[in-house]
């Protein structure tokens, strides 16, 4: 195992941050942490790269112990925070200059593993990276991590706020890099992401809720979701939520996702209710489950 986690614990003051995690990567995965802010992500990453230290539980990463080998983990494992943390006054080039210098090594000696991504950034190496976009950022943020040539990758929300083609790319750069044998734990709050991680842990409020492959947790997804629309969306919602049987009703893009209690339902009712409430345009169909549907149900 690449990282072992064992009912890992952490509070501040009276918040529980984390309760009782366990979970293990494997060498050359890409382990995915999916919940929103404030479930408990960062808190589990930094305990992980020895920033912080857990009040229960076991941790190891690349088989060191996160508190009585630190020093051999911190040489060995590589961290994007989710705030861009580089030096912005710097310039690219200075940047990667100054980070390979720390861990004694040199942009040439490192070339071969960043090369697919300092491309892209090499024609704004003279360029102050506090200058650079979004997406730019996090492609310089990317290069310093990798720069020592870690065997686990860490990466806190690396996605957040890019834009959606700066997203697509950064996953097409992290597939290589899998392929290079460095095993990635990454975190977002995007369920889309999901599905580019080999298996994900969802979770929420410290707690993981289930643990699998994407492709496994949506299979194994048992209640039947219905895709509904009308006119006007939102009272839609509303009144969806005042129909007797409903068991879920939530917001997803441009139609409302609903599950109902009754193992028999028929559509026909629902429609008839709708019509009644004065909506127009209704459309109710079935639709396949996403990550994201697991994890409002669960």
């Known amino acids: 195992m690449s990282i072992k986690v064992q009912n890992i614990s952490k509070s501040y003051n009276k918040l ?3 309760e009782a995690i366990s979970f ?20 589990l990453f930094r305990i992980l790269t020895t920033l912080l ?6 941790a190891s990463v690349a088989g060191f112990d996160v508190v009585k080998e630190y020093k051999s983990i911190r040489n060995c494992v590589g961290y994007m925070p989710g705030k861009f943390s580089l030096y912005q006054d710097l310039s690219v080039e200075e940047n990667l200059t100054f980070f390979a210098t720390l861990f004694g090594t040199t942009i040439k000696e490192s070339y071969d593993l960043i090369k697919d991504i300092y491309i892209q950034i090499e024609p704004f190496k003279t360029r102050r990276a506090g200058a650079l976009s979004g997406g730019m950022k996090q492609k310089l943020a990317l290069c310093c991590a990798l720069i020592h040539k870690p ?20 996953w ?6 899998q392929q290079k044998g460095i095993t990635i734990l990454v975190s977002t709050p995007y369920m889309d992401e999901a599905a580019m991680c080999d298996r994900i842990a969802l979770i929420q409020k410290g707690q993981i809720l289930i643990i699998d492959s994407p492709n496994n947790i ?3 997804y048992e209640k039947t979701i219905y895709d509904v629309r009308a006119k006007n969306a939102y009272q839609l ?7 007797p049987s409903q068991y879920s009703v939530f917001a997803f893009g441009e139609s409302i996702h609903y599950i109902d209690k009754k193992t028999e339902f028929d559509s026909n009712e629902l429609h008839k209710y709708l019509e009644e409430k004065k909506h127009a345009e209704i459309e109710i169909r079935i639709t396949k489950p996403t990550i994201e549907d697991v994890f409002m149900d669960l």
């Open 53 to 58: 230290i857990a009040d229960e539980g076991t």
């Open 172 to 177: 097409q750069m992290l597939k290589l890099l």
């Open 24 to 43: 293990a990567v494997n060498e050359g995965e890409i382990f995915g942490l999916i919940g929103p802010d404030g479930a408990g992500k960062t808190t």
């Open 151 to 170: 065997k686990v990758l860490f990466l806190d929300e690396p996605t957040t706020g890019v834009d959606p083609v700066s997203r697509k790319e950064f």
């Open 237 to 243: 919602l509303l009144d969806l939520k005042s129909y």
């Open 218 to 220: 949506i299979e194994k």
């Open 16 to 18: 529980k941050a984390v």
